[in-house]
């Protein structure tokens, strides 16, 4: 019996995922078009770009000129650039991700939106809402500004809300309009960031217990929403002495914003994996080799292969990864969802499985969480 005074403490409801949807702007181009887009023959940017492992990305360009040169955008374009393309491919991967849930709209309580490629005030999710008549009272969040690794930021701050709002629906949608963050130069400094990024969004929609007038047994498991992994835990790990190292700042010679990597963060972040993994498995009696499903975030070639060696990942971990980082880049913070979607329509999961999220971004933070199926 609690005592006099306290409340009984309610067991912790591990939020599902029940529905997940990705959307990307409507042109891809190879590395080849892009370099003839920009007329790039520096050999070595060119090497970059055709040495990434990415095949095509969705980009939306700047216009052309009379002699058919792309013209630069100044920074209020590219902010207009980003709302529209963040909306629109927002608005068709939130669809997307609530068809897969067996939801719709109306059943929406929690939007959270993520973005980096751009600010908005007011932000996404309520430009969203009114774009998509959302109930009114649906309660929002806004995560801007964190990168690449932001994702599983909000992934766990919404499965927080979702634990404590059983039976109601929450979406994480993060959409990222990388044309609205594509410096136009050929200096060694943009090359890495300009071969790389893609315009993609993905929304992962979360329920803790039974949803709220929840359908049928025979209905509900029509629309696989009861299929996806419970949040079982969540572990982040910051490196301060690398907080440069990864940063989307003013770049006074273009009039812009431009984003920078340094070259050896790749490295860095590999060296730093195993220590997140270890603490997001300390005390659940699991190891490494108890982890079916790896889902890594599709920073870049050389950000793949460190993370997997030093986690002793084979290329079958990681083919969602790679084959994500060859069709569409890096699309920054909705990347691990993407991955998620083609494990989901793999159809290899097992009940009971158990997999591993990890996310890495500026700070230099990586970001993992453990699921099971």
């Known amino acids: 019996m609690p005592q006099p005074g306290l409340t009984a403490k309610r067991e912790f409801l591990h939020p599902r995922i029940v529905g997940v949807g990705t959307a990307v702007s409507p042109t891809s181009y190879s590395q080849q078009e892009v370099l003839d887009a920009f007329a790039i023959t520096d050999p070595r940017v060119r090497s970059v770009f055709l040495n990434s492992a990415i095949e095509r990305r969705h ?179 910051i490196i301060p002495e690398a907080i440069g190292a990864m940063r989307y700042d003013w770049d006074r010679d273009l009039a812009r914003f431009s984003f920078f990597l340094d070259p050896q963060i790749p490295y860095v972040v590999g060296a730093h994996a195993e220590i997140v993994v270890d603490r997001l498995l300390a005390g659940t009696g699991l190891r490494r080799s108890d982890i079916s499903h790896w889902l890594v975030h599709s920073g870049g070639k050389k950000v793949i292969d460190a993370v997997g060696v030093n986690l002793g990942l084979t290329r079958y971990d990681v083919r969602h990864t790679t084959s994500v980082l060859r069709d569409y880049g890096n699309v920054s913070s909705g990347s691990f969802l993407f991955s998620y979607e083609r494990l989901l329509e793999e159809g290899v999961t097992k009940p009971g499985e158990f997999g591993v999220l990890m996310t890495m971004g500026p700070g230099s933070t990586l970001e993992t969480a453990l699921v099971q199926w």
């Open 59 to 237: 980009l939306t360009l700047p216009a052309v000129d009379a002699t058919g040169a792309r013209v630069a955008e100044p920074q209020g374009d590219l902010l207009a650039k980003h709302k529209q393309l963040a909306i629109e491919m927002g608005a068709d991967a939130l669809r997307a991700c609530l068809k897969r849930a067996g939801a719709d709209l109306a059943d929406l309580r929690h939007l959270c939106c993520v973005t980096s490629t751009g600010f908005l005030t007011p932000g996404l999710s309520a430009l969203l809402i009114r774009e998509l008549g959302i109930d009114r009272h649906c309660s929002r969040s806004d995560i801007v500004g964190m990168g690449c690794n932001a994702g599983l930021n909000a992934l766990g701050v919404v499965s927080g809300w979702s634990a404590a709002h059983p039976g109601e629906l929450a979406v994480v949608l993060c959409t990222e309009a990388c044309s609205a963050a594509y410096a136009m130069d050929s200096t060694m400094r943009t090359a890495v960031v300009n071969s790389l990024f893609g315009d993609g969004a993905g929304a992962v929609a979360l329920l803790a217990g039974e949803r709220t007038g929840e359908r049928t047994g025979e209905q509900a498991g029509a629309s696989g929403a009861e299929e996806g992994p419970r949040l079982l835990k969540f572990a982040s790990c």
